[in-house]
Structure formats: structure tokens, C-alpha cells
């Protein structure tokens, strides 16, 4: 089984031996955290190529974070390196000292005396010492000591409560920033944000030195967890640390757990990423096995919902570094193999009155023909990366977040698409497979699903039958690979796609294997192709087929029964209906007058761009059709990357208007039958198309998130026909 959430490995002496790294990669770290506390910027420099090499390898993706130090609240040094201190005795915090004693420490920040008064109560070393303060004079604090013990160079202070004045980013961290921008970082942690508006500084910072990292916002002060802050955090921020460290000497220990699972949820709730830290598994530093009280740690983050479990002592200076990976990686897997059950109790299911499916396609891999016409190593992939914007606002190029520019001929990949799509109410996919008078081509991936049984995921076949053109390079008329038919093909094509259908992950309606055909006026004859179809279906054994033709084309809006099939399914963007409903962005004689004159760009004219709120609206409302229609929506298009001119592009997509689009679809939805109770996503994953539920850098999950809350928000009050 795919473990789902990451493994955040700390980096330090004990971890950053090639050998060593090495295996802790193998045993399942997903992220490094470049700790920027310590070390040179030269020391990250090099752990962070080191890590790549490795992750390149090993064939795994590794990110990296960086995580800034923030302000050093901090005492100074001692003439011995430590100092003993006993309940009931004055001591002293001197912002003007160097070198301190038993009776008294230095201070590295100076505006204590300003921040504290007398009451506050002070905590030392994540609050193993516990100062009261008496009074302030001047630059000292003169304190008496509630809990003792010994004190050495460099501690940490919180105030219990809170109330630091400290700034969250410092000189240091705007210097760390910019190396963090040229390691390419995948993740930068900012210590100590107290309010919305450290985090949107710390990513002008960001963008300023060229990083293009996900900004997490470390959540360690008292003032941070107030709700409202709480909120204004997450919004300047892509995701949160959970730093239960400094955050229970604030606020009190007892008060983290529920603090935990708030955040997680609200994170949750406002599409961010949550990563749960501190001592997860500390007693791994020493011991090459976890506690039970830490075991259950890690499992209650992991059902809370978190999205990665960090480790830091124990993997940057612990004795067991492999081990504690291969610990939480085994906790995490078997916590998440009980955690569906987990939701059925304590979060609203998600209705199966509606299979959700999802356009899938499988263009991730490099196969000989695409090599001889494209290039060396072509795949989809090629298309996505060389895209750039065309005109103000226009969101290119698409960049893939936590999957990354993945192969599918990975089943660990195939694996984690497949569970993020469950996750998020997807009941399946719809693998596109291209049959070319018995030639398949991009057929790797789902052949070694079909052979493996995995992922344990259900899914159907849509036959894309097209001819493959260069019309990517303007050339529509180049012909690369040529559809025909022939009545013998279809016994031959109805034969091979049997195997599939024998499948139990298979997608029926009823006991009727569900087969779309992509463009049903293209071939010849579809009533006779279709009626050889059933046939021969009936002679290997099935009772009959549920055929669906997909309104791809102008030509494919008609009745599907007067082609022999038993469904349309409507495709979206749909393209073919918009001269009649929309019109394109910026066109008309005015606009060609101000893109001569340079005052709006050429794009418009060039390609079709389109409104996706406008298109959205129109397309919830239009009327139903006279015959049986499986839905689409759409959460985006954009084919730019692909055409130098005329591409379509829906402009304006965002979560909250694809939501918007889906809950109204669902919710005039009626099933036609048992088992008739489809509506269908475009797409997965068609990044050369710009239409993707697979995290992206600049939205994450919010897609699916969006996906997930539609299900609920509609499907939890509809009475549903089945």
C-alpha cells in the first residue's frame, strides 16, 4: 500500500553521509528539512545537491525545505557553559552582558526589558526552567526562579502567553532566503509569524530573490492560534508546521493536543498543507525503537489529517537514523489503512449515489514513436514545461506540486494518483487507450495495472480514436499514425478490451462493462460497429456492454441511440457550443485597433480566450438534452503549451468557481437508472491542456478540495433516484 502522508526528515551530522542518506531516502523520506539554526549557507549548498543526486538515484522525488532560524530569543553564554540554578533564587537577565554566571546571563535579544514586566512569567529551555519576574530596571530583568535546574549556553525563552515583540524574519533569514532561492527550494519555513502580514513579507522577499518555494508558516507563538490570527496566517501562507515545541511552552502543554487537531482542521478547511512537528519520536535519538505513547502520536496526526509527520533530533543527530524513518513510515502506512473507517465516524461520508469519474491520461511516459517524431524523450511533459504566459494574467506555465513531473511507468506513482484521487471523493478513471486497427500505443501504464491488480482503484476505457497529427505545430494535415476500420478490427478490438472488462475494478452499469468511444461519427458505420461489439461481447460471456459515444465534437451532439450506443457523455470545455452562447475575450474592430496600437496584446487575437465564469454560468444553466446525458465539468482549459496559435483558453479558473460549476451540475443531476449514476471530470491530469485536479504549485489541492466539498455540500441534502 502507498503511504500517503509524507516523511519530513531533518537534516544534520548524523544524516548527511552519502551511505546514510541514501537509505533514508530508500526507506521512505519524502521532504529534507534544511534546518537554517545551523550551518553555513555553503553546508546547505551542498546537502541540498547531495540530496538531489541521491533522489535521482534512488528514482524517488525528495523535496527540500528550508526552514529560517527567526529571532534568537535567546540567553547568552556562561563562563562555564552551564549554570545550576535552584527554586526560590534571584537571577537575572542582562541585556548588556556578555559572559554570565550563576547569578545572572547575557541576553542575544536586547528588547526583553521592554517586552516583560513584573508578573510575566518567563520559559527557559522549552520551559524546563520557569522564571518569575519581579521587576525591570533598566536593561535587567530581575527574576525569581519557580523550577530550577541546569541552564547552559544558548536557551531559548518564551514568554508564557505570549507577547514578544521580536520581528518573524530577520537580516539573517532575508540573507537565508536567498540561498534558499538558489538551492531551488521546494518549501520555506518562517519562524514565529504572529500575523498574516509576516508571511505575505516573507514572500515579497521570496519572489524577490527568485524562489519559487511553497511558504509554510511555523505555528510556535500564543498570539498565532488566536482564531482570527490563526486564519490571517493561513491566508499569507500555502501551508502550516504545527511546531508543538515552542508552541506548548507558550500556551501550556495540555492545551496542544486540541490546538493540533483545530489546525489541522481549519488547514483542512482553507486547502492548505499541514505538517505536525516535535518529538514525534524522540526517544529514537537513543533507542532503535519508538515508544508506544509515541507510536500513537504519530497515528492520532495522521487521523487528524495531517499531510507529513517531521522528524528533527532524531534524524539530524540521533543514533538511528534509518530506523525512525522505517518506524514512521510503518505507523503511517498501517494508520492509514483503518483511517476510511476512522471517517466514517467522525467526518460526513461522501454519498455513493454519484460515481465521479475522471478523464485520465497517460501520455507520461517516452515510447519509440514519439521519440522518431517529436524528439528523444518526448512525452506530455515536454509541452508543459516550454509553456510561458502570452498576456497579463494568463496563468502559464501549469508546474505539477506533490506528484511532480512524473513518469507513469512508476506504479509508486500510478499508486499515489490513485489514493489522492479516492481521498477526495473521485470513485474512478477513465484511462484514455489509443487502438490503431490492433497497434496500441501508450499502452504501458494501464497494461501493468490491468496485470498487477494495483492501484485497487476502479476504472473504465474511453477509446480516443483519433488520427495522431503534428497539429500541435500548426501541421493538422501531417498524419502520424492513421485510424481505420474494418469489421474484422472490431472482433479484434472487442476481444482484446474483454480482458479489461473481466476485471473486478472495472466500472459497470449494472453488470454492463462501461465503454466510451471518443469520437463515434468517425467511425464508418457505428451502428455496425457497435451491434459486432455486442456480439461478440455475448460470445465471451457478457451478458451485454453500456456504451457511452463523448460529445466531443459539433457532430457528436445527437441522439446516441441512432448510433448504436447507450449514453452520451458530455465533454467539456464544450467547445462546439460557444459561437452560439459566448463570444471571445477582447475581440471585435475596437480591440483590433488597440492591439495595433500596443494596448492590448496580440493573444486575444491569435487564440480563443474565454471567461471561465461566464462559460461556467452558461454552461449549469443550458437545457437538458432529449436523451440520456452523463454530465461533465471541467476545472480549467488552457492549450496553449501545445499550439502556437489558436488555442482555446478558459480564463479566470479558480476552486471557488469550479465548485460553484460542479455543485450546480450535481444537483440538477438525476440518474437515469440503477447504476446509471455517472458524471464524468475533464481531467485528471491533461497538463498540456490545462485542465488538471492534480496539485499544482500555485493552487495545491484546493481542486480537489473544491471536488470533495461539492460531494458534500450537494449529494449530504439531495434525495436521491437511483
Known sequence: MLRSTKIVATLGPASSEPAILERMIRAGVDVVR?????????????RAALVKELASKVGRTVAILCDLQGPKIRVGKF???????????????DARLEIGDGSRSGLDYKELPRDVGPGAVLLLDDGKIVLDVKQVRGEEVHTVVRHGGVLSNNKGINRQGGGLTAPALTSKDMEDIRTAAKIQADYLAVSFPKTGADMYMARELARAAGAKAFLIAKIERAEAVAEGALLDIMRGSDGIMVARGDLAVEVGDAAVPA????MIRLAREQ???TITATQMMESMISSPVPTRAEVSDVANAVLDGTDAVMLSAETASGRYPVEVIEAMDRVCREVEQMRTMHRQVDTPAISSDVRVIAFYLPQYHPIPENDRWWGAGFTEWTNVRKALPNFVGHEQPHEPAELGYYDLRSA???????????QFGIHGFCYYTYWFNGKRLLSRPFDETLASGQPDFPFCLCWANENWTRIWDGLDKDILMEQSYSEEDDRQHIRWL????????????????LFLVYRARSIPDPVKTT?????????????????CRVESFAEEHECPACLGFDASVEFQPDWSSFPTLTMPLRRGRMWQYLTRWGLSSEAYQQNDIYSYKRVAELMRRRDLPPYKRFPCVTPGWDNSSRRKRGAIILKGSTPKLYR????????????????????????????????????????????LEATRSALRNVMGHKPWRT
Open 34 to 46: 534544511l534546518n537554517f539554526s545551523h550551518g553555513t549557507a555553503q553546508d546547505h549548498e551542498k
Open 79 to 93: 563562563k562555564d557553559g552551564m549554570v545550576t540554578l535552584e527554586k526560590g533564587q534571584s537571577f537575572v537577565l
Open 259 to 262: 490546538l493540533q487537531k483545530k
Open 271 to 273: 486547502n492548505k498543507l
Open 412 to 422: 509508486e506513482v500510478r499508486a499515489r494518483q490513485a489514493d489522492l484521487a479516492r
Open 498 to 513: 474483454a480482458n479489461a472488462f473481466r476485471d473486478k475494478r472495472y466500472i459497470k452499469v449494472g453488470d454492463r462493462p
Open 531 to 547: 451491434s459486432i461489439w455486442r456480439d461478440e461481447a455475448r460470445k465471451l460471456g457478457f451478458r451485454e456492454l453500456y456504451l
Open 660 to 703: 460553484r460549476w460542479l455543485e450546480a451540475t450535481l444537483a440538477r443531476f438525476e440518474p437515469y437508472g440503477p447504476g446509471e449514476n455517472l458524471m464524468f471530470i475533464n481531467a485528471w491530469n491533461e497538463w498540456g491542456e490545462g485542465s488538471h485536479l492534480e496539485p499544482d504549485k500555485r493552487w495545491g489541492r484546493a481542486y
